[in-house]
């Protein structure tokens, strides 16, 4: 049994995503989640596929409402409806004219193109050393999300990391000090959340990415609150993929209580049994 919140999920309405809403719902039902928050892709005027990542927010909300009631007529399961928002220093405005008028749960926002393009192609690589590489995301990480203002959660912030061809495959601490305390400092005065995406902990060909720890220490000492896991399951067996290993992790360095958001409020939540 799992007592988590699955806070990034995909379903149908994310072009890359093998799961319908019903698929995550039974899955979490099967496996007594305590909730799942639906958060499809929305990245606009992406590079190579402008269109591809966007879906009706309204039909999305709708299915999950449905859904919602037919598996779970008696309630039991926190299900919330979220976006993932891809941004890019362009994307801003037509980001917020898309989302204006509807209300979430939650929303994420992420990093998926940088400078045009997208690392998992692996063109943005070339050229760059992995501290030019890195340094530059995460800077993006930033000033999107501070720009952009409305969201709830920086989805992983170390995806960049995934795709990279550099020997230093891992985001850590004590290369990039100065990108990141800026980065979790606004974080913490924001009282944002920062995403533990348990995706990228995972084999990318045969290295093991880590999660350096120093990260998420440093965030605690700079005031930070709240720590949210996200399975980024595009499939409904990856639900609360690896969060009984992440919320020890998360234990050990300072956040004892993971958070989810309803209506657009933290919530912390204990996840022990
Ligand atoms: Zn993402
Ligand atoms: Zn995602």
Sequence with gaps: MSFFVDTHTHSQFSPDSNATVRDLLLRA?????????LTDHLDLD????????????????EEIGKQSREVFPDGGCKVLKGIEIGLTPEN???????????????????????????????????????RQAYSRVLQLVYETAREFGNFDIIGHFDYVARYAPYEVKDIRYKD???????????????????????????????????????ILRRFREL?????????????????????????????????????????????????KK
């Design 29 to 37: 039902k099967s496996t007594g989640s305590a909730g799942v928050c």
């Design 46 to 61: 992406a590079p190579r596929n402008p269109g591809l990542f966007e879906f009706s927010i309204d039909a999305q909300q």
């Design 92 to 130: 801003m405005e037509h980001s917020r004219e898309y989302v204006a008028g509807h209300s979430f749960d939650q929303i994420i926002a992420s990093i998926h193109f940088v400078d045009g393009e997208d690392p998992y192609y692996g063109n943005y690589y070339e050229g760059k050393d992995f």
């Design 176 to 214: 990039f000090p100065d990108e990141l305390d800026t980065l979790l400092r606004f974080l913490a005065e924001e009282g944002k959340a920062l995403e533990i995406n348990t995706k990228t902990y995972d084999l990318h060909g045969d290295h093991l990415q880590i999660l350096d720890t120093d």
């Design 223 to 271: 005031g930070g609150e709240f720590v949210t896991l996200g399975s980024d399951s595009h499939s409904a067996d990856r639900l609360c993929d690896k969060f009984e290993k992440f919320a020890g992790v998360c234990d050990l360095c300072g956040f004892a209580r993971l958070t989810f958001f309803e209506g657009r409020q933290p919530r912390l939540y204990s996840p």
